[in-house]
Antibody, heavy 121, light 110 residues
Framework: EVQLVQSGAEVKKPGESLKISCKGS????????IGWVRQMPGKGLEWMGI????????RYRPSFQGQVTISADKSISTAYLQWSSLKASDTAMYYC??????????????WGQGTLVTVSS | QSALTQPRSVSGSPGQSVTISCTGT?????????VSWYQHHPGKAPKLMIY???ERPSGVPDRFSGSKSGNTASLTISGLQAEDEADYYC??????????FGTGTKVTVL
């Protein structure tokens, strides 16, 4: 059974750093692109970026380039989303999701349960 | 890359059909046959309902169907059921291995 299990909720202060995780199981982790999706409070889904764990090829939506870093450790089947200096506007639910396996990657077929990040002074 | 445009809400009675539109540009929806649709119940993970404009993943009822014309894609839910009440998002491939979601549509079953 394909599963993506995300790390737990985080409460941080502005300026702090953070790295959240997404562990895949039940499939060949290195063979599928993994993406991150943001949902700010009361708002819609936003496509942030994706990574191919086998070679760490990473692509970002322009509005997220330079704002976050997506990485992966294929030895432990885990993808990451990190911030070096959080802002209050980073408060959101973050989902990881696996692409179907087509080329180019174009549809997320399995999703994590979401990680709620709250940034507040 | 701006978000794709969807109506804020649509509604229908049980058994009726509703259609949700998703309008983009020639750089996303109109440029590729790679539109997907997701159902999102609050507090749960989104669920893939349609991919590649018209394809249904295994397990998705055939009441859900997709189409596309030009820069606008559509999701139709036929035989509306109470459990279909949720938020729905379209998503399109936008080139260079990136994607863009729609603004989201709340479906209400009257």
């Amino acid at each position: 059974e394909v599963q993506l299990v995300q790390s737990g909720a985080e409460v941080k202060k502005p300026g702090e750093s953070l790295k959240i995780s997404c562990k895949g199981s039940g499939y060949s982790f290195t063979s599928y692109w993994i993406g991150w999706v943001r949902q700010m409070p009361g708002k819609g889904l936003e496509w942030m970026g994706i990574i191919y764990p086998d070679d760490s090829d990473t692509r970002y939506r322009p509005s997220f380039q330079g704002q976050v870093t997506i990485s992966a450790d294929k030895s432990i089947s885990t993808a990451y989303l990190q911030w070096s200096s959080l802002k209050a506007s980073d408060t959101a639910m973050y989902y990881c999701a696996r692409h179907r396996g087509d080329e180019p990657p174009r549809a997320f077929d399995y999703w994590g349960q979401g990680t709620l990040v709250t940034v507040s002074s | 890359q701006s978000a794709l445009t969807q109506p804020r809400s649509v509604s229908g009675s049980p058994g009726q059909s509703v259609t949700i539109s998703c309008t983009g540009t020639s750089s996303d929806v109109g440029g590729y046959n790679y539109v997907s649709w997701y159902q999102h119940h609050p507090g749960k993970a989104p669920k893939l309902m349609i991919y590649d404009v018209t394809e249904r993943p295994s397990g998705v009822p055939d009441r859900f169907s997709g189409s596309k014309s030009g820069n606008t894609a559509s999701l139709t839910i036929s035989g509306l059921q109470a459990e279909d009440e949720a938020d729905y998002y379209c998503c399109s491939y936008a080139g260079r291995y990136t994607g863009v979601f729609g603004t989201g549509t709340k479906v209400t079953v009257l």
